[in-house]
């Protein structure tokens, strides 16, 4: 079936220092993949996404990063600060009968530590 | 602009009782709207998507009777957990998009709690 899972569960990094958080997917026919924010208690928040036929895309502190080959997706975040500290999800966009639909993945907690 | 609120933020409900979440775009017409549920540490599952004035599409596995979705405008739209029970306890949130377009604009949740 269809499905889009992380590696990590959780990762834990020094305030100042970049982060990578990884999520691997088994559909091919996403038309874009998107990475989420989710800070405890909210809802989530688009940070960046990417369309499918890229490999590479960079926005302000953070750069996702899509390897079709091995159905693999990253998210960079560049010098972490501490309000990054949050629940990261990817997500997989696909357009079906009359609408996109997102299929999230499970998610990694990111703690910043000062 | 787009934005998205829920109503309640929270709310705490009596086992068998029925509870109503609304969700609403502010700042624009939305197409589509959908409804997802989050178990604590657990990802977005998507329950049903709804167009404005019509039918909602149901998820494999989510009960339309026991989760009754109303579209009724294109700035709102409500679910209603029916006899609520406490494995119902969840929290809500719902999304929006506009144009039929890629981008879903969420609103902050709505975290119930039945006992």
């Given at each position: 079936?269809?499905?889009v899972?992380?590696?990590?569960?959780?990762?834990?990094?020094?305030?100042?220092?970049?982060?990578?958080?990884?999520?691997?997917?088994?559909?091919?026919?996403?038309?874009?993949?998107?990475?989420?924010?989710?800070?405890?208690?909210?809802?989530?928040?688009?940070i960046?996404d990417?369309?499918?036929?890229?490999?590479?895309?960079?926005?302000?502190?953070?750069?996702?990063?899509?390897?079709k080959?091995?159905k693999h997706?990253?998210?960079?975040?560049?010098?972490t600060?501490?309000g990054?500290?949050?629940?990261?999800?990817?997500?997989?966009?696909?357009?079906?009968?009359?609408?996109?639909?997102?299929?999230?993945?499970?998610?990694?907690?990111?703690?910043?530590?000062? | 602009?787009?934005v998205?609120?829920?109503?309640?933020?929270?709310v705490?409900?009596?086992?068998?009782?029925?509870?109503?979440?609304?969700?609403?775009?502010?700042?624009?017409?939305?197409?589509?709207?959908?409804?997802?549920?989050q178990?604590?540490?657990?990802?977005?599952?998507l329950?049903?998507?709804?167009n404005?004035?019509?039918?909602?599409?149901y998820?494999?596995?989510?009960?339309k009777?026991?989760?009754?979705i109303?579209?009724?405008?294109?700035?709102?739209?409500t679910?209603?957990?029916?006899?609520?029970?406490?494995?119902?306890?969840?929290?809500?949130?719902?999304?929006a998009?506009?144009?039929?377009g890629?981008?879903?604009?969420?609103?902050?949740?709505?975290?119930?709690?039945?006992?």
């Amino acid at each position: 079936g269809e499905s889009v899972g992380l590696h990590l569960p959780t990762l834990s990094v020094q305030e100042g220092d970049n982060s990578i958080i990884n999520c691997a997917y088994s559909n091919s026919a996403s038309d874009y993949f998107i990475w989420y924010k989710q800070e405890s208690g909210k809802g989530p928040q688009f940070i960046i996404d990417i369309r499918s036929n890229m490999d590479k895309r960079q926005g302000q502190r953070v750069t996702v990063l899509l390897n079709k080959t091995v159905k693999h997706l990253s998210l960079q975040i560049a010098a972490t600060q501490p309000g990054d500290s949050a629940v990261y999800f990817c997500a997989e966009n696909k357009y079906g009968g009359s609408n996109y639909k997102l299929t999230f993945g499970k998610g990694t907690l990111l703690t910043v530590n000062p | 602009g787009a934005v998205v609120s829920q109503h309640p933020s929270w709310v705490i409900c009596k086992s068998g009782t029925s509870v109503k979440i609304e969700c609403r775009s502010l700042d624009f017409q939305a197409t589509t709207m959908f409804w997802y549920r989050q178990f604590p540490k657990q990802s977005l599952m998507l329950m049903a998507t709804s167009n404005e004035g019509s039918k909602a599409t149901y998820e494999q596995g989510v009960e339309k009777d026991k989760f009754l979705i109303n579209h009724a405008s294109l700035t709102l739209s409500t679910l209603t957990v029916t006899s609520a029970h406490p494995e119902d306890s969840s929290f809500y949130i719902c999304s929006a998009n506009r144009d039929r377009g890629r981008e879903q604009y969420f609103g902050p949740g709505t975290r119930l709690t039945v006992t």
